[in-house]
């Protein structure tokens, strides 16, 4: 039989194949050949020994959080308590791209924040030509919308903790009854509350709740940042210099549409900090 792991607890994996639950083990080759089955993967599976015998292709994996095949990942970001960080969105959003899977941002608690403030980061998100929804856990704001993303489709919500995942799930449908944790005013930040990753179902596909995380190490070379952090690619194609890193090089595309107004100066200088950061971790 063929099945997807929707969850794991231990060394058990929560198997679905046609609408009924399995409780497997893999295959002791697995463990021999150190072959991991994560959540998300698409399996074959012996009902009778109730154990995972092969794992089928993927077509993407991310380590973090640890899944298979994403159909897209929902940046979840809010407004106040946590406040919201373009560093983060940067760095979420470079990591999508260099895990080749589509990203779209879900503004949370917009009840809390002033209009003034909502219509400057609004403008921010329009300039970097990722679709963006802004919602309310309280108000339900923006829901009908937003609960269409779903649809035939593995998401991964993503997001640092406190930023009300948790609630925008139980939100979408109670029945998911997904524990809410506090907000720490005095360290600026959720306290943690999700701690595995499991699949829910939603509309003919999957909500992937995960751990929250207030930092993610991006795993990614010199050479990779440029042309995966946003409103670079493909402008870094245009460039004079093939492996242009967009600093101080002549004839440097990026840096002319700096200049034009059409890449924002303070998307820039996150990049600066970002390439810093990675000069830094490779010394």
Request: proline share 4%; glycine share 6%; hydrophobic share 35%.
């Amino acid at each position: 039989m063929d099945g997807l792991v929707v969850g794991a607890s231990s060394s058990l994996y929560i198997v679905e194949s046609e609408g009924i639950l399995y409780r497997l083990t893999p295959r002791g080759l697995f463990r021999k050949e150190k072959l991991h089955v994560l959540v998300g993967d698409y399996v074959d599976f012996d009902e009778n020994r109730l154990c995972i015998t092969r794992v089928k292709e993927r077509k993407n994996t991310l380590k973090r959080p640890p899944i298979a095949n994403v159909d897209q990942i929902l940046i979840v970001m809010s407004l106040k308590e946590p406040d919201f960080s373009l560093y983060l969105l940067l760095k979420y959003l470079t990591y999508c791209n260099w895990c080749g899977i589509t990203a779209k941002i879900i503004l949370t608690k917009s009840d809390l924040d002033e209009k003034e403030n909502i219509d400057y980061i609004l403008a921010l998100l329009d300039k970097l030509k990722v679709e963006h929804f802004i919602i309310s856990n309280k108000t339900k704001e923006g829901f009908d919308t937003v609960k269409n993303l779903f649809d035939k489709h593995i998401s991964v919500l993503m997001g640092q903790t406190g930023v009300g995942k948790s609630s925008f799930l139980n939100s979408l449908d109670p029945n998911f009854a997904r524990e809410i944790g506090d907000y720490s005013y005095a360290l600026n930040r959720g306290k943690h509350k999700t701690t595995d990753v499991t699949l829910l179902p939603y509309l003919n596909g999957y909500i992937a709740d995960t751990p929250g995380f207030s930092s993610l190490e991006l795993e990614l070379g010199i050479n990779d940042l440029p042309k995966y952090f946003p409103l670079f690619s493909p402008a870094y194609l245009s460039c004079y210099y093939s492996d242009c890193k967009h600093m101080s090089e002549p004839k440097c595309e990026v840096k002319k549409q700096i200049d034009e107004g059409i890449i924002p100066q303070e998307v820039y200088d996150i990049y600066c900090k970002m390439y810093d950061e990675i000069i830094n971790g490779e010394k």
